[in-house]
C-alpha cells in the first residue's frame, strides 16, 4: 500500500520526487512494499520519432531519426520517409507501430502544396516508412495535425490544392491495419494548421489559421463520424501549435502567442487554456511528443532552423530545460513515440 511507503525513513510519499529519472507513480515496488507503476499510454511510450520537417535549404527532409523522450542525448538516424514533406503532417502510435501523413513544403524552388503518402514504421526497430494509404479521396492535404487514442488517428483540417483552400475535413485511420483514411466529421470552420492532442477517449483540436490566428479548442471522442464540440479557447490566437499530453493533461506551445509560451488545459473537462511555463528557448513550428509523463519539443525556427530539444514534466508546470539535438536543423517536422 502507499501509505506503507510512507513508513520507510519516515519519508511522505508525496516528498518521493523522482527515481530513476520517473516520478513517483513509476515505481512498480519500493523494497518488496506494494506500489502502483506507471503504465505508459496506449498511444505512446519512451522512444520518439520525429519524420521529415524542413532545413534550413530549399528541399524538405526525408529523414526519420528517433531519441529516448527527456533523455539528454542527440537523436539517431531511424530511416526515410517514402517521399519528404513538412507542413505539418499528422501522427499517431498504438505503442507499437508509428503512422506518418500528407503534409507539403518546398522541393527545389517549387513549392508543393500537399502529399496524399501515410507512411508507417515499427517503432521498436529502424528502418524506412512503408506504404499505409492515402489521406481520404487521395487529395494532396498539407497543413493537417493529428491525433491518437492507440487505436485510432484522427486526421483534421488543413488546406488542399493549389490555391490552399482551408478545410474542415477529419477523417480517420486504424493504425494495425494499412489503407487509406476514411471521412469523418467537420470542425466548425475550416481551417488550416491546428493542432491535435493525444488521448485516451478524446482528442482536442486547438488553434490554427483562417483569416486570421484562432484561439478556439474543440473535441471529439473519438468518434468515427461526429463532429466536433467546443472545448474552450486558447488565451489568444495561435496557429503552429505543438503539444505533449498525459491521459490527464494536454500541454500546448503556442508560437503566435509568444514563441516560448506553453499553456495547458485538464483533458477530461472542458474550459479555457491556463499558463504553464515558457520553452528555454524561443522556438516557432517545433512539433513534440512525450511517453505520457515526460513531453519532449524538438527543433523550429527562432532567426535560423534549430537542432535543440527540450523537456517538461506534464504533471507540474514550469519551465522546459534543454536536453539534446536533433540531427540537423528541423522545422515542421511529425513526431510520435512507442516502443
Not at 496506449?42 to 524542413?54: E, Y
Not at 461526429?226 to 490566437?237: C, E, Y
Request: one cysteine or more; proline letters at 1%; a negative charge.
Amino acid at each position: 500500500m502507499a501509505n506503507e511507503i510512507e513508513k520507510v525513513n519516515t519519508i511522505e510519499i508525496a516528498d518521493i520526487e523522482k527515481i530513476s529519472g520517473r516520478t513517483d507513480d513509476n515505481i512498480e515496488k519500493l523494497s518488496g512494499l506494494e506500489f502502483t507503476g506507471f503504465t505508459p499510454p496506449a498511444w505512446g511510450n519512451t522512444r520518439a520519432v520525429i519524420a521529415g520537417g524542413s532545413g534550413s535549404g530549399t528541399n524538405d527532409i526525408t529523414r526519420i531519426q528517433y531519441k529516448t523522450v527527456g533523455a539528454e542525448a542527440t537523436a539517431e538516424n531511424f530511416g526515410d520517409l517514402q517521399t519528404s514533406r513538412a507542413r505539418h503532417q499528422y501522427a499517431g502510435s498504438n505503442g507499437t507501430r508509428g503512422i506518418f501523413g500528407g503534409g507539403g513544403g518546398l522541393s527545389g524552388e517549387s513549392i508543393v502544396r500537399g502529399v496524399p503518402d501515410t507512411d508507417y514504421i515499427t517503432i521498436a526497430s529502424t528502418g524506412n516508412g512503408s506504404d499505409f494509404g492515402d489521406v481520404y479521396a487521395a487529395a494532396t492535404y498539407g497543413g493537417r495535425c493529428g491525433g491518437s487514442n492507440g487505436t485510432l488517428t484522427f486526421s483534421v483540417g488543413g488546406y488542399y490544392g493549389a490555391a490552399s483552400v482551408n478545410i474542415d475535413n477529419m477523417e480517420y485511420y486504424t493504425i494495425a491495419s494499412t489503407g487509406n483514411g476514411t471521412s469523418a466529421g467537420t470542425l466548425s470552420g475550416a481551417r488550416s494548421s491546428p493542432n491535435c492532442t493525444n488521448g485516451d477517449t478524446r482528442y482536442i483540436a486547438n488553434g490554427g489559421y483562417s483569416s486570421g490566428q484562432l484561439d478556439v479548442m474543440e473535441y471529439n471522442d473519438f468518434s468515427t463520424s461526429a463532429n466536433v464540440t467546443d472545448f474552450g479557447d486558447l488565451s489568444s490566437g495561435s496557429n503552429t501549435n505543438s503539444n505533449v499530453c498525459s491521459t490527464v493533461r494536454a500541454v500546448l506551445h503556442c508560437p503566435v502567442i509568444g514563441k516560448e509560451h506553453m499553456e495547458y488545459v485538464t483533458v477530461a473537462s472542458t474550459g479555457d487554456a491556463t499558463d504553464f511555463g515558457d520553452m528555454d528557448v524561443n522556438r516557432d513550428s517545433s512539433t513534440a511528443t512525450s511517453d505520457g509523463a515526460t513531453g519532449e519539443f524538438f527543433g523550429g525556427y527562432d532567426s535560423g532552423v534549430l537542432t535543440s530539444t527540450e523537456k517538461i514534466t506534464i504533471g507540474s508546470t514550469g519551465n522546459g530545460t534543454e536536453v539534446g539535438d536533433l540531427m540537423e536543423g528541423n522545422k515542421h517536422a511529425g513526431a510520435t513515440s512507442g516502443i
